[in-house]
């Protein structure tokens, strides 16, 4: 076997521990997302005190990201990897017991244990990522974001069975939480080899100058657009179609799942439509996708109408994060900690989504609060085009 034989097989093994890797996110992450009505009612907490409660997660990620490029850049993907996951472990398992227990200062640090783990996981794969993606010299990124949204759907079909038969949400959290810890070292030991940097030599940007970069900032902006309109349909669909269609938990769980389907379809054929039309067109054309169904939900015309916008709006969020992530890496020398900062940004949305729309609806309802989803998106048209590649002299 030649050398080139041998270097296609690394990569194809690489690719596939990738995907795996995301998938593995997805499930651990937002598969107990679908049955959040649960969380919410096992823990007694009104709207705005539920997003209080997703503050944790989503303040712990924010915090975890800056740090999480110098990480990776440190010890390589695999090893941040394996941190990011038995942080998210350990989470989950907090968040079963606080559940089971009805304590929300327990569930409360076991989103924050999640959240920490989560954004080192999430910054380290999508490194590992766009590394394989240069070296095959195809556009991958989508799909391994199709990866994490394949675990997000297992996660809602689990989620519903789960919630028709009547499972405790804290059991399958403790399911999903011995999960992810079984499956995650096997599949990190395919990556490619960590060039660590020789001793004595500085990192080719720190994470002060990435934050001076126009370009940097505005693909912060993207993903701070696409993933709040992600980030609100994956906390507050379900239970917007509990509390304002007044349908069961497993309703909600199903038009979660819809969501979290198209969003899956949108990434796995979304690279083609990248290839032909470019990054900055097809931004744009899913954010339409986007707005159209967030309309179709909240106007309350019928249950089936609300189903047809959660798959509008899947499909519209579906490639913010992955085209932000493929820009933010162009260059691999400073990938890792461009990476961070334009994370930091887009993980902003996660941050103040959760309690911004937990608070409007206490006032106004859930349907109506999730409105401001189109200032969102607003702001990632806005920033679209930094997406362009970089030329080589950049």
Not at 239 to 261: M, N, P, R
Request: aromatic share 8%; net charge positive.
């Amino acid at each position: 076997m030649t050398a080139i034989d041998l270097e296609r097989r690394r990569l194809d093994r690489a690719k596939f521990a990738v995907g795996f890797t995301f998938a593995t996110n997805g499930l651990a992450y937002a598969g107990w997302l679908a049955r959040a009505p649960a969380v919410r009612d096992g823990l007694d907490l009104s709207p705005a005190g539920f997003g209080l409660l997703l503050l944790c997660l989503s303040a712990a990620a924010i915090s975890a990201i800056p740090l999480a490029g110098p990480l990776v850049q440190r010890v390589g993907p695999a090893r941040a990897i394996l941190i990011g996951s038995t942080s998210m472990v350990l989470g989950l398992t907090g968040l079963a017991t606080g559940t089971l227990l009805g304590s929300v200062p327990l569930a409360g640090f076991g989103l924050v244990l999640a959240g920490l783990g989560n954004s080192t996981w999430d910054v380290a794969m999508n490194v590992e990522a766009a590394d394989v993606e240069r070296r095959i010299g195809r556009t991958l990124m989508p799909r391994f974001h199709a990866g994490f949204s394949l675990g997000t759907v297992l996660g809602a079909g689990v989620s519903a069975l789960a919630a028709a038969s009547g499972l405790p949400i804290w059991a399958q959290l403790y399911l999903t939480a011995a999960l992810a810890a079984c499956v995650t070292t096997p599949t990190v030991r395919r990556f490619l080899p960590h060039q660590p940097l020789p001793a004595g030599q500085k990192p080719a940007m720190s994470v002060r100058q990435a934050w001076r970069e126009p370009r940097t900032v505005l693909i912060g902006l993207i993903m701070l657009g696409f993933g709040f309109t992600e980030g609100t349909a994956n906390d507050w669909l379900a239970i917007g179609l509990v509390d304002g269609y007044h349908a069961s938990e497993t309703v909600g769980a199903i038009a979660f799942g819809g969501f979290v389907t198209a969003m899956t379809l949108g990434r796995l054929f979304g690279g083609y439509a990248i290839e032909r039309w470019g990054r900055v067109v097809t931004l744009r054309a899913t954010a339409a996708s986007a707005a159209l169904g967030l309309l179709l939900v909240v106007t309350q015309i019928s249950v089936p109408v609300a189903m047809a916008g959660a798959l509008l709006w899947g499909a519209g969020a579906s490639l913010g994060f992955p085209i932000g992530m493929s820009s933010a890496a162009d260059d691999p020398t400073r990938a890792a900690i461009r990476v961070s900062v334009a994370g930091s940004i887009g993980y902003g949305a996660f941050l103040a989504g959760p309690p911004l729309i937990g608070l409007l609806a206490d006032h106004i309802g859930v349907l109506r609060a999730i409105l401001c989803v189109f200032a969102a998106l607003a702001v990632g048209l806005f920033a679209s085009s930094a997406a362009r590649p970089l030329r080589p002299a950049e």
